[in-house]
T-cell receptor
Framework: SAVISQKPSRDICQRGTSLTIQCQVDSQVTMMFWYRQQPGQSLTLIATANQGSEATYESGFVIDKFPISRPNLTFSTLTVSNMSPEDSSIYLC???????????????FGEGSRLTVL | KQEVTQIPAALSVPEGENLVLNCSFTDSAIYNLQWFRQDPGKGLTSLLLIQSSQREQTSGRLNASLDKSSGRSTLYIAASQPGDSATYLCAVGLYKYIFGTGTRLKVLA
């Protein structure tokens, strides 16, 4: 299994500012994803972070608002830009497990980053 | 577009009961299905993964089954304990996972 570390774990931000969340995996993984969990809701996929290329965004999410980087096979960042109170959520990084060259398909999560926008 | 629904949305049971959580998905093409639990304020813990070639998986008191043809999965929890209280989420996919609406479980001592 993969161990995923996210930081910050929580933050309180002012409207109009931007915040970058970092995600570090303890082993190389084929795929990394960013999800959002709004209060009392389930998880919604924001984008797939692609190593060495632009992220693939889901419907309703755009690169200008949620720029994502993935410089290597163990690290990714998500930036929440020009924040408003509606962006107050938990943002979760996840990674697809690999066993050698085999993609086992099992998904692992970090502890999440809880953002509150005032 | 894949949609994943979980029933019931919330469940409260006395300790010791056996219970079943349901997960339905609209696209019954071959998928992996994974069950997670989420404790309040925490991330997700993987419970069971059923790969496309499998019909069920077991871990301790947990058993998950998958019927791709009907687009359904069930998570069976035997002899429930207060420590099982959490939100249970199913996720369907292969390259990317779509999450269900969740079942909030409370096991009463």
């Amino acid at each position: 299994s993969a161990v995923i570390s996210q930081k910050p774990s929580r933050d309180i931000c002012q409207r109009g500012t931007s915040l970058t969340i970092q995600c570090q995996v303890d082993s190389q993984v084929t795929m990394m994803f960013w999800y959002r969990q709004q209060p009392g809701q389930s998880l919604t996929l924001i984008a797939t972070a692609n190593q060495g290329s632009e992220a693939t965004y889901e419907s309703g999410f755009v690169i200008d608002k949620f720029p994502i980087s993935r410089p290597n096979l163990t690290f990714s960042t998500l930036t929440v830009s020009n924040m408003s109170p509606e962006d107050s959520s938990i943002y979760l990084c996840s990674a697809k497990s690999t066993s050698g060259s085999i993609d086992t398909g099992e998904l692992f999560f970090g502890e999440g980053s809880r953002l509150t926008v005032l | 577009k894949q949609e994943v629904t979980q029933i019931p949305a919330a469940l409260s049971v006395p300790e010791g009961e056996n219970l079943v959580l349901n997960c339905s998905f609209t696209d019954s093409a071959i998928y992996n299905l994974q069950w997670f639990r989420q404790d309040p304020g925490k991330g997700l813990t993987s419970l069971l993964l059923i790969q496309s070639s499998q019909r069920e998986q077991t871990s301790g008191r947990l058993n998950a089954s998958l019927d791709k043809s009907s687009g359904r999965s069930t998570l069976y929890i035997a002899a429930s304990q207060p420590g099982d209280s959490a939100t249970y989420l199913c996720a369907v996919g292969l390259y990317k996972y779509i999450f269900g609406t969740g079942t909030r479980l409370k096991v009463l001592a």
